[in-house]
């Protein structure tokens, strides 16, 4: 579910106009609806009320401090991957106690940004990366809370890119060397081992994936407490997935996800942290873009639009689909054609959608992108010298630009010409 609907025949953001922010703004640009960004967030509590919980939001999936300090507010922890994430966190109000520090390249500096900062705990990748933060927290006096990731070797069933817990992908600890690394990690000084993090991959449909993964977590807990190593929490990762296709059977409900989780760990008796992102912001945002040209083509017409592949990357980093849907609601039964969506941008991939059927358009008419709240403004760049696509977060019958479309001047502003040119 979500709060962007016709009402008397344009498309709305809750109570505004998607028409009305484009005449305001301009496109391309992504919008953010509170309300679905507030609900989604609450089903995943709901889903784990049963035990001792973190919500950990995934920082990745959409990092505008808006959006951060909404969910902030809310309870939400962060998952973060880079000294900027955390920064961003920071900055949006979170404490570091709700703060979990993944990623596989974490640099000393990073290391060091989130323990003086503050940090809930770091979530190990690598042998080589418990030892240096063995080695800086000593040198720094703390000691640090730390999960280790292993790698179940589990096929989440999901698009190769986005897959992470398989024995060939680079995240985590093999789980068949899981208890040496744990030997070795409880006898570094400077660390305090906490739990085991586990995260096999995004967009995925199918709870079975989860289910083999988190049972293999359950017998690895009872091993190593049996070996004498306090694990208290549990970071079962993310990766839900939601439908980009309207007429897609849905993929299951987190009090589904939550049900699973209770039935594989749920007696062990340890603090569960998940860190969902594209379930809770994904179909929290659309981008809203215009139309430029109708062009008849050999064999096909095109839709250029706007917006470009530098603004919303999925469909070609990933062969992604996204609704495309007209702002002007069709009238029923009205004539629909096949047009190929494309960007301008100077890129054969700059395509969005091929053969997609749509109502009769023309140059200025409104069409919107479903379900781009998540890796889209994020993964956003200014190749071709396009300025970086603002952002709007609408609240009922208001909304504000949460972040700006820079001009053409401060992008070259950005740059330095050496005195010897």
Request: hydrophobic content about 40%.
């Amino acid at each position: 579910m979500d709060h962007f609907n016709y009402h008397d025949g344009a498309l709305h953001a809750e109570e505004v106009p998607l028409s009305r922010i484009a005449a305001e703004v301009g496109t391309p640009v992504y919008v953010y609806s509170a309300a679905t960004l507030t609900r989604h967030f609450g089903l995943f509590r709901q889903a784990l009320d049963w035990t001792g919980h973190l919500v950990c939001f995934a920082v990745k999936a959409n990092s505008n401090l808006a959006v951060l300090k909404l969910m902030g507010d809310m309870g939400a922890g962060m998952d973060v991957v880079s000294g900027g994430e955390y920064a961003r966190a920071r900055a949006a109000g979170v404490p570091g106690e709700r703060i979990v520090f993944s990623g596989i390249g974490k640099t000393l500096v990073e290391m060091r940004q989130a323990i003086e900062g503050g940090i809930r705990q770091f979530n190990i990748e690598s042998e080589p990366e418990m030892r240096a933060l063995s080695e800086l927290a000593v040198s720094m006096g703390v000691e640090v809370p730390v999960a280790i990731r292993v790698n179940p070797d589990v096929d989440a069933k999901t698009h190769e890119k986005i897959a992470t817990g398989k024995s060939e992908n680079k995240f985590g600890i093999p789980i068949s060397r899981a208890h040496e690394v744990y030997a070795e990690a409880a006898g570094l000084p400077g660390l305090r081992v906490v739990g085991v993090d586990v995260h096999i991959g995004s967009q995925l449909t199918d709870l079975e994936p989860y289910r083999l993964a988190y049972r293999k977590v359950a017998e690895l807990t009872r091993a190593l407490r049996a070996e004498g190593h306090s694990i208290t929490r549990l970071d079962l990762g993310g990766g839900l997935g939601i439908p980009y296709r309207r007429d897609n059977n849905a993929p299951p409900l987190p009090l589904e996800y939550g049900q699973v989780i209770r039935d594989t760990v749920g007696d062990l008796g340890c603090e569960i942290e998940i860190e969902p992102g594209r379930n809770i912001v994904g179909n929290a945002g659309v981008l809203l873009t215009s139309v430029i040209y109708l062009k008849e083509g050999e064999g096909r017409d095109f839709l250029i639009v706007d917006a470009a592949m530098n603004d919303l990357l999925r469909p070609s980093m990933y062969g992604a689909h996204h609704d495309i849907v007209p702002v002007t609601e069709p009238a029923l039964g009205a004539d629909v054609r096949a047009f190929d969506v494309v960007g301008p941008v100077c890129e054969s991939g700059d395509t969005f959608q091929k053969g997609t059927q749509l109502p009769a358009l023309a140059s200025g008419d409104l069409v919107a992108f479903r379900s781009a709240g998540a890796y889209g403004a994020v993964m956003a760049s200014e190749y071709n010298s396009r300025p970086l696509v603002p952002e709007i977060l609408v609240s009922g019958d208001q909304f504000a630009v949460i972040r700006a479309r820079p001009t053409f001047e401060e992008m070259l502003a950005r740059d330095t010409i050496p005195e010897w040119l």
